[in-house]
């Protein structure tokens, strides 16, 4: 089966201006994540969905970052305006809804985002 | 909320021999599930092993095996045999069980160790 697909793979930018990321994944995942890794850290959660509504948001820096999930397939994360300190790797994973178990979660390569 | 600990920024082991790298985490939920994962440079997350809290039995994928000592919440990583391909960042994570309720599962990452297998 195709993998998660993230894009683009790098992005530069100056701080102050707008940028998104994209991700599609596996086909029948009803799970979506988006996760930031800030270089020599784990990632964190920024935002979880279930098919197109939203799970946990609890930190999604609300003010500068936006994501959604249409029609419960693909999602984009958006960030406007950014900061410096938004310089990171952007990961998107999925994983199917079980019935009675968490399922694994499968993570695309990533985009690293330089902000400068 | 849940944490995950590990103490070991970086490790190194000579190409065939063994190394176990450590993990710790704490939470309030009876059920969950731990993971060890593995990012090499190319940035993308590979699953390891996975291990259910509820199951007393160590989990095993080939070469790697897991300790998992639920009362002291421990659940560190053996490599056996280890392969220059084995070089990467590892990182312990954990996420509730289906079964606990609610609808978030997300996954828990700790820091990271990084594990340089030497020929």
């Known amino acids: 089966e195709a993998g998660v697909a993230q894009s683009p793979r790098y992005k530069i930018i100056e701080k102050r201006q707008s940028v998104a990321f994209w991700c599609n994944p596996i086909?029948?995942?009803?799970?979506l994540y988006w996760y930031q890794q800030i270089l020599g850290q784990g990632p964190k959660l920024l935002i979880q969905?279930?098919?197109?509504?939203?799970?946990?948001d609890s930190q999604l820096p609300k003010d500068r970052f936006s994501a959604e999930r249409l029609k419960g397939v693909d999602s984009t994360l958006k960030i406007q305006p950014a900061k410096l300190e938004d310089s990171a790797v952007y990961l998107c994973?999925?994983?199917?809804?079980?019935?009675?178990?968490?399922?694994?979660?499968?993570f695309g390569q990533g985009t690293r985002l330089t902000v400068v | 909320a849940q944490t995950v600990t590990q103490s070991q920024p970086e490790m190194s082991v000579q190409e065939a021999e063994t190394v176990t790298l450590s993990c710790t985490y704490d939470?309030?939920?009876?059920?969950?599930?731990l993971f060890w994962y593995k990012q090499p440079p190319s940035r993308q997350m590979i699953l390891v092993i996975r291990?259910?809290?509820?199951?007393?039995q160590n989990a095993t994928e080939n070469r790697f095996s897991v300790n998992f000592q639920k009362a002291a919440k421990s659940f560190s990583l053996k490599i056996s045999d280890s392969q220059l391909g084995d070089t990467a960042m590892y990182f312990c994570?954990?996420?509730?069980?289906?079964?606990?309720?609610?609808?978030?599962?997300?996954?828990?990452f700790g820091k990271g160790t990084l594990l340089t297998v030497n020929p």
């Open positions: 969905f279930q098919n197109n509504g939203v799970v946990d």
């Open positions: 994570a954990f996420m509730k069980h289906r079964g606990s309720g609610g609808s978030n599962y997300k996954l828990t």
């Open positions: 939470t309030s939920e009876s059920n969950y599930y």
């Open positions: 291990q259910e809290a509820y199951k007393q």
């Open positions: 994973a999925s994983s199917r809804l079980g019935q009675h178990m968490n399922t694994e979660a499968f």
């Open positions: 086909s029948g995942h009803a799970t």
